[in-house]
């Protein structure tokens, strides 16, 4: 999503926690976590210059991040949202949406590892600063990472990841130049070391950039030569643009006409990964190695949490290609003198998405709430699933005759539109954009491009 500076401080402070529910308890039995619980107050911070809205519209959430117990509530006309908690940790995220004559403009923040404990200092409300979006003329439709088991044979086979942009506005958009990349960690599990930790209250939070590590690639052409039409899609075979069902039918047929790649033989040279494009994959729709930092010979993303963004340089940095081998966009990864990344701004940023994994509880953010202010969960791997785009219900229902199809039956999409379906029979989908894939998206069973039987 394109971002707007209506940033009052893109912060996702981390403070430490413990957590147990009091939600847990039943009727008739005493409280088993009697004297562990806490009053919590949350302030909204909204940006400076935001526009008019009417308070209480916005939904404050706490997530324990060991037990999965959640809570919410409406902040009230002083922004503030309060709770009574079990002592633990919490992840606080804060959504609010305001229309503004032809545009919505979605309010996001959130907070990592709160902690809420006999000790911890609660007389002041917790702060969460909220970051502005629009929505984006170009999205991430899904992202396929997991794999899928090699039946009839044994094992499993994560050689198919793709990724679907989409153009989720009315206007023509173009994918001449975006820039792809995936952020260091490259496992939302992993150690971030990116992150600034405030000397006086030893609060966390993001840069004022991204770093991408490996490679960063980028879509061919001039300005105008890859036009996408309203509701038209670009996949992005991030390994193998070759028809995998010929030997692994759970997996998906890649080699098609709207297929870009991320193929470059002289600086990937695995063959598993990377195997020679198939015949109707034209050669001039290869994305383009902008800048390789790393020393990798096949080029992937997380199978399991991977962070996937998008993004543009704009012409007053130069082309794209100058701006990445500009040795002042370059960086080390602190405490990693071998391991370089790529800065990009987070106001370039397009779109882009953070997933967890379904099979840690030490997930953490990567990617600051002025680009994702939310995540979405793959739970587990190799069995063919993806993370989708919820449908807009409200938009997709507002275009005249459009032949909407309901009866989703793939996951937890909360319109009931089966999206993929509506496509088929010639309809046009706008999919929800919030700037939060926590309400953006949900795990789909199977991958939108297999077409076998499961």
Known sequence: ????????????????????????????????????????????????????????????????VDRGTVYTASAGNDDMARFEVAFGIYRVSARDRVSEQDAVIYFNGARDQMIVSAASDLSQPVNIPLVASKTSQIVIKEVYCGGCKKDPLEGT??????????????????LDNICFGTVDPYNAYGTNVWLIADPETGEKSFRDYVPLVE?????????????????GQAVMCINGAIDHTLQYPLSVDLNRADCFVCYDNTYYTNTTYHPTPGDKVRTDRYMQVLRKTGTAKAYTISVDSPTTLFFKVPAEAGTAREYMNDAANEVLKPGYPGTRCIKVPNEWIMDGMEVFSGSSTGNAKRLAPAIDAGYVTLTENFLGRTL??????????????NPVVYGYAYGNDPSGIDAEATLKAGGRVVYQDTNNSTQDFHERSVQSLHTGVR
């Not at 086979?157 to 173009?174: G, M, P």
């Not at 490679?215 to 001039?222: A, I, R, S």
């Not at 989708?388 to 005759?401: F, K, P, S």
Request: hydrophobic share 30%.
């Open 157 to 174: 086979y994560q050689s198919d990841k793709y990724v679907i942009l989409y153009n989720n506005s009315e206007k023509v958009a173009y």
């Open 388 to 401: 989708y785009r919820n449908v807009d219900a409200e938009a997709t229902l507002a275009i005249e005759g």
């Open 1 to 64: 999503m394109k971002k707007y500076k209506y940033i009052a401080g893109i912060v996702l402070g981390m403070v430490a926690v413990v957590l147990c529910s009091c939600n847990d308890l039943l009727d008739g039995k005493d409280n088993p976590y009697e004297g562990t619980t806490r009053e919590l107050t949350v302030r909204l911070v909204y940006p400076e210059g935001h526009p008019d809205r009417e308070g209480g519209s916005a939904r404050v959430t706490l997530e324990d």
């Open 215 to 231: 490679c960063v690639w980028g879509f061919p052409g001039g300005g105008t030569d890859y036009p996408l039409e309203p509701g």
